[in-house]
């Protein structure tokens, strides 16, 4: 399945956006979805994912509350709001599909395809 991920900006902080995933070439229903991002000088890290019917999702402690990941299985899309941004969410968004099981979902080595990044900058 080919990834192409799209939203990112510059917003400043306590702002808003909207990352999307559009998902092709494979049945996406078949695919547990994530987000990930990678900081300057830091490893990736997970933020959000979500079941294949969308009826479990997982969250990083740092964006619980304020993150929330959704798809359309019918727009093969996943997506990811992003509401009361703060610097420290700065970082090249990914996002990524498994084939694996939801209970392993937040493990970066589990996600078989991914999209190629798209920037968010959160100005103070």
């Known amino acids: 399945v080919q990834l192409q991920a799209s939203g990112g900006g510059p917003v400043q902080a306590g702002g808003s956006l909207r990352l999307s995933c559009a998902a092709s070439g494979r049945t996406f229903s078949n695919y547990v979805m994530g987000w990930f991002r990678q900081a300057p000088g830091l490893e990736r890290e997970f933020v959000a994912a979500i079941s294949r019917n969308g009826g479990s999702t997982r969250y990083a402690d740092s964006v619980k509350g304020r993150f929330t990941i959704s798809r359309d299985n019918a727009k093969n899309t996943v997506y990811l709001q992003m509401n009361s941004l703060k610097p420290e969410d700065t970082a090249v968004y990914y996002c990524?599909?498994?084939?694996?099981?939801?209970?392993?979902?937040?493990?970066?080595?589990?996600?078989?395809?991914w999209g190629q990044g798209t920037q968010v900058t959160v100005s103070s």
């Open positions: 990524a599909a498994s084939r694996g099981i939801t209970s392993t979902m937040t493990d970066s080595r589990r996600y078989d395809h």
